[in-house]
């Protein structure tokens, strides 16, 4: 017997390649723990709302329960039997908050019960798990989706067209209703964006890093390579200020200058993009007279009050977070149902850091930031550049629109119109957050799965590689 030939009968790997990686542990039973939690504590908020408003315990919160329950563990066995590396956390990040924002809905239902929002939201929501089931089964790899890039930028942009067809809502062309029945397209086209620009930027990110002019300390790639990824950027954003959007136009520019940095590597892309932000905003706040208004809002939030109107929906917020100091006023027990009609939607998180305060309002960002981080994490372990790039684009949505909304609520910067990911009603918007989710799952499993052996019988390229 040779050598080579020894080594291979022995297990050993041949010289020049790396060994494959160890076994890590699914963590499959910390999940299923961390479910049971989760849908505990959110069970639990239902209670206590009820025992803060009326004292008995609601009617429904044992339907309530176990209908999140059951949810939660279909999630867990698609994920166990068709992910079953994918990180633990993802998945009971997601319940919790989702079942924070029924519970936080039903409580707002109570001060407008004419108009309830919590069934609704509880039947999206169960279509936003099933959405999820669906894609951790059949979406076995994620570096499928990098075929269809091309098809999915032209959906986002059809799905953002549509809108304008349709009647204004609130002063924004954002809406398809029919029937009885409503969704919001852009929702959903955020995430064929992101996919878009992931897969563009992942093929030519040698060319976006190496090439073009240098500007300073900032090297411009050429316009054949980036002209493509900018022009659907701009009609995307153009089709948004004519629906009046600005949020979700917003949210595509910093998926742009997020990606493009990750892509390059060149901090310079976020000082442009900061400028370039600036500018198109102090432009369209200035000719666009919905967005003007909105400004003026901001700069002004109790010019209401000094003009005898009463206070607008921004000075509520701010007088909503106020009253709820360090701990807050309890669960049910705030009055950020003088808001209006955005306190479900816009300003929940008013509402959330009146009853819970700033206690409150820590861990719900705590938990953001664990979805968040998590989703980064997966980037960094996955070895092909498109799967890194639409983990961190992925990851970067929930992250720039809670920024956007805790921004918007607090007086930091105007406000946009956008649903707060999972906690505020909107259908679209659970079930993309939902399909977010799923794709981050079936990307943390590729990350974290055990790499396969090399193949002794391969040929191998000089230096070790093959």
């Not at 003088?338 to 206690?359: R, V």
Request: charged share 10%; hydrophobic share 55%; aromatic share 8%.
């Amino acid at each position: 017997m040779t050598a080579p030939a020894a080594k291979r009968a022995a297990g050993a790997h041949p010289e020049g390649t790396p060994p494959p990686s160890p076994p890590l542990p699914k963590r499959r039973g910390i999940e299923l723990a961390l479910l049971m939690g989760a849908v505990l504590l959110s069970a639990c908020g239902y209670v206590v709302v009820g025992f803060a408003r009326a004292h008995p315990v609601p009617s429904g919160a044992a339907g309530y329960g176990a209908g999140l329950g059951g949810l939660a563990l279909l999630a867990h066995l698609a994920v166990r039997l068709r992910a079953p590396y994918a990180d633990p956390l993802l998945l009971p990040t997601a319940v919790l908050l989702n079942g924070l924002g029924l519970v936080l809905i039903f409580r707002l239902d109570l001060e407008t019960p004419a108009d309830p929002a919590a069934p609704a939201q509880l039947v999206w929501s169960t279509v936003g798990v099933g959405l999820f089931i669906a894609v951790v089964v059949l979406l076995r790899d994620h570096r499928t989706l990098q075929r269809y890039a091309d098809g999915c930028a032209a959906l986002a942009l059809l799905l953002m067209v549509v809108p304008i067809f349709f009647p204004a809502v609130n002063g924004a062309r954002i809406w398809i209703r029919a029937a009885g029945f409503s969704i919001q397209p852009g929702e959903f086209a955020k995430v064929l964006i992101t996919v878009f620009f992931a897969a563009y930027l992942a093929a030519n990110r040698n060319a976006l890093a190496h090439t073009g002019q240098s500007v300073g300390r900032l090297r411009l790639p050429a316009g054949q390579v980036l002209g493509p990824v900018v022009t659907i950027w701009l009609i995307s954003v153009g089709v948004l200020v004519l629906e009046r959007d600005l949020g979700t136009s917003l949210l595509f520019f910093g998926i742009f200058v997020v990606l493009l940095y990750v892509a390059t590597g060149r901090t310079g892309w976020i000082a442009v993009g900061v400028l370039l932000a600036a500018a198109g905003s102090a432009a369209v706040g200035t000719l666009e007279p919905h967005v003007h208004g909105r400004v003026q809002d901001w700069l002004h939030p109790f010019a209401g009050i000094t003009a005898g109107r009463g206070p607008g929906q921004l000075a509520q917020s701010l007088f909503a977070f106020a009253a709820g100091g360090l701990f807050g006023t309890g669960l049910g027990q705030g009055h950020s149902y003088l808001i209006g009609f955005a306190q479900k939607s816009d300003f929940i998180l008013a509402t959330w850091g009146e009853e819970l305060g700033l206690a409150g309002l820590t861990a719900l960002l705590v938990l953001y930031a664990l979805l968040v981080g998590r989703g980064y994490q997966a980037a960094h372990g996955l070895g092909d550049p498109f799967g890194s790039l639409l983990a961190v684009g992925l990851a970067a949505l929930p992250a720039l629109q809670v920024f956007v909304i805790a921004g918007g609520v607090t007086g930091l910067i105007p406000l946009t119109g956008m649903a707060l990911p999972f906690l505020a009603q909107g259908g679209s918007s659970v079930v993309t957050n939902w399909i977010i989710v799923a794709l981050l799952v079936r990307i943390s499993d590729r990350a974290r799965a055990p790499r396969p052996a090399p193949d002794p019988a391969a040929p191998t390229a000089p230096g070790g590689a093959r």
